[in-house]
């Protein structure tokens, strides 16, 4: 195999083996999320950012017991959310939401955006078709 | 008196619950002569120092720093290039060193623009909160911590989660691959 085969398709086919064929995984693993759970949060918007390479998702939930706790959600680049509906006015700082995620392994509060049902009971994919894979 | 002492607890009542709900706005700051890019909620602060080699030497490394809201946010590029020590001794030192002082509660191999290295969670002895990455490009160490220090520290673990997952490598040529991928591969000779 060439060098030049060598140092791009490689690593391109460790991604695919490494189970990271999520939408969003052209910059980073996602291995650190558990794709095998999924948590519905529902909470309040306290920002939402359509950037690269990873937009983000702000939610302030309560837990059980009362205590307040943000969430920061992980979602995939601009274009992949608008292919799946978004724009940077899909939510707004104090919308009520649900949230379904892939919670961190670790338990932090951070996970990948699923979806979300936002105020008027539409739901936007954030990475489902990917999600869907796992069971 | 009274009305202008009575005034001014009227306006900080007012005021501390919108202080206390201004949203953090994240800014990229792009190193492109060190070959990274991150975000970070505050301006951070660069300082220079040393990093502890394998073998009790110290390297000299350059650290971007900041703290806000009960988190610190650190990125140290540690310079290996007058060295000779093995990139994955190098990269296993970082990985344990950063896990020192607390318990692992996660110890992944990690990808970031087509490098590769380990992602770390880190329950601090102190109550604090740890996510820490380690990636070398070239001979260069990078350690990206986030820290939600205590008391309630589990607060702020999505801080240091958005920190650390913000990290980017643009435009830097793909990593070597760790051996445990490379195993998941025949390569037939051309």
């Known amino acids: ?135 | 008196m009274r009305r202008a002492v009575l005034a001014m607890l009227v306006c900080l009542g007012l005021g501390a619950p919108a202080m206390a709900q201004a949203p953090t706005v994240w800014r990229d700051y792009a190193y492109p002569e060190m070959g990274f890019l991150i975000q970070f909620p505050v301006a951070p602060s660069v300082s220079t120092g040393t990093w502890p080699a394998p073998g009790g030497r110290t390297v000299p490394a350059t650290v971007y720093a900041a703290r806000e809201r009960g988190a610190t946010y650190k990125v140290t590029v540690a310079d290996f290039s007058a060295s000779s020590e093995d990139r994955a001794a190098i990269m296993s030192a970082a990985a344990a060193a950063a896990g020192q002082g607390g318990e692992i509660k996660l110890n992944l191999e990690a990808h970031v623009d087509l490098q590769f290295g380990r992602q770390l969670s880190i329950a601090a002895k102190d109550g604090g909160y740890g996510d820490v990455a380690v990636f070398m490009l070239g001979r260069r160490l990078f350690v990206v911590e986030g820290r939600a220090l205590p008391p309630n520290a589990d607060e702020r673990t999505d801080r240091i989660v958005r920190f650390v997952e913000t990290l980017s490598f643009p435009n830097q040529p793909p990593g070597p691959l760790p051996a445990s991928v490379q195993a998941q591969f025949t390569v037939e000779a051309p």
């Open chain 1, 1 to 135: 195999m060439g060098p030049v085969l060598k140092t791009l398709i490689l690593p391109a086919l460790a991604l695919i083996a490494g189970g990271v064929a999520s939408g969003a995984a052209a910059h980073h693993s996602f291995a650190m999320f558990d794709s095998q759970r999924t948590l519905v949060l529902k909470g309040t918007v306290k920002s939402f950012e359509m950037v690269n390479p990873h937009s983000w998702l702000h939610v302030a939930a309560v837990e059980t017991g009362g205590r307040p706790v943000e969430w920061a959600l992980e979602m995939g680049d601009p274009a992949q959310l608008t292919r799946e509906g978004w724009t940077k006015d899909s939510v707004k700082p104090g919308d009520k939401v649900s949230v379904s995620i892939h919670p961190r392994l670790d338990g932090s509060h951070g996970g990948q955006l699923i979806y979300i049902v936002l105020p008027d009971g539409r739901e936007l994919d954030a990475d489902r078709p990917f999600a869907r894979l796992a069971p």
